[in-house]
């Protein structure tokens, strides 16, 4: 018994120690969060194989040509980091990009960001992804979360928990749950089974199942189309609801900062560009809008209409403002009538590899007639 536990041991080992000759760890460890007073979160250089500074990227550049801010959709959450649209909009434009994007940044943060790490590689273009779904909510509960951003505050809102990542495991956290965090963070190969093998069953019975097993969830299935999506309405309304004096005061706030940015970006000689990255319900809405068969279909209709007025709004302050910017919509539309272009792994609201390259593509073909 003890040959057969030390010999199964040791092929995990070396299977282990292979996986990681192989993989860049960066696509499968889990990092270490640590909390900040200014970003309300951060990565500790080299945590889960990011560069020093705490980023997607393999090392950080004296210089690059292109820096990339933003949050999981331009950290390239559910895709590995050659297939995150930063290091996409790389090869297809020959550029040096460097990619400063975050799960669960906004606004604030990437003006702390532009100011203190993007600058300072003398890039000639900066890219801002702005989120839709929740950059909005995301500068509200920055700003009047964390006493660092309070010059911006305008109103009384009461206390706000600026705290949008999962938090740490706590002391009467138990055992398994210890165990299955220590192995996400360290061991490629568990990664490898849970999420690249067992992950993707999962989530197909999730999509098809999804408004049966979670109470704020639908789903669309179109086979003759090949769409086959969930969605979490409630969840995206919160960070668009245009009756919400929160997201009224997180759009002002987004505004106010992307001037900023622009205008600091002028001063440096740096060409400012906001890629604005809709969520999954305004790409399919030409298939939920009004449709009662659908599951939360007035939910659907409310956040449609939000992102349609929120988009507007943001249209005409950018366009006032003479901020550059790629509605990368149209785009993520046309492809989404020919391929998958959201992870098929259950509910989320991440696009997979080849809308990150959609995305790319949108922003490339600005960088190329910009020349």
């Given amino acids: 018994m003890a040959i057969v536990a030390a010999s199964t041991m040791l092929a995990i080992l070396l299977c282990e120690l292979g996986s990681r000759l192989v993989l860049n760890p960066v696509d499968f460890l889990s990092p270490r969060l640590e909390r900040d007073d200014i970003l309300g979160a951060r990565l500790p250089g080299g945590s889960g194989g990011h560069d020093a500074w705490g980023f997607r990227n393999r090392s950080v550049p004296e210089t690059a040509d292109v820096v990339a801010l933003g949050d999981s959709h331009t950290y390239g959450n559910r895709a590995t980091m050659e297939d995150a649209w930063p290091s996409v909009l790389g090869r297809l434009t020959g550029k040096s990009v460097y ?113 049966r097993l979670y109470e704020s969830t639908t789903s669309l299935v179109l086979h003759e189309k090949h769409v086959e999506e969930a969605f979490v309405p409630t969840a995206t309304l919160r960070g668009l609801d245009q009756e919400s004096p929160t997201v009224r005061e997180g759009m002002r706030l987004t505004f106010q900062l992307l001037l900023e940015m622009n205008a600091l970006c002028a001063q440096h000689g740096v060409q400012f560009i906001v890629a604005v990255i809709p969520t999954k319900e305004m790409v399919y809405s030409r298939y939920l809008e009004h449709n009662p068969a659908l599951g939360m279909s007035a939910i659907l209709d409310r956040v449609i209409a939000s992102e349609q007025s929120a988009r507007q709004k943001l249209f005409a302050r950018l366009d006032e403002m003479n901020v550059r910017y790629v509605d990368t919509l149209p785009a993520l539309e046309r492809a989404s009538e020919t391929e998958r272009i959201y992870i098929e792994s259950g509910v989320d609201m991440h696009p997979n590899r080849n809308g990150y390259r959609v995305i790319a593509e949108a922003l490339s073909q600005v960088l190329q007639s910009s020349r």
């Fill in 99 to 211: 990619n400063l994007g975050m799960g669960g940044y906004g606004p604030n943060q990437y003006d702390y960001l532009l100011q203190t790490k993007a600058l300072g590689l003398k890039p000639r273009v900066v890219i801002c992804g702005l989120y839709m779904g929740d950059d909005f909510d995301n500068a509200f509960r920055i700003t009047y979360g964390l006493s660092h951003w309070s010059s911006l505050r305008r109103e009384d809102f009461g206390p706000v928990d600026p705290d949008v990542w999962e938090r740490e495991v706590s002391a009467d956290t138990q055992w398994h749950q210890k165990a299955r965090q220590w192995l996400s963070q360290h061991s490629i190969l568990y990664r490898l089974v849970i999420h690249g093998v067992l992950q993707p069953i999962k989530g197909r019975y999730q999509i098809e199942n999804a408004s």
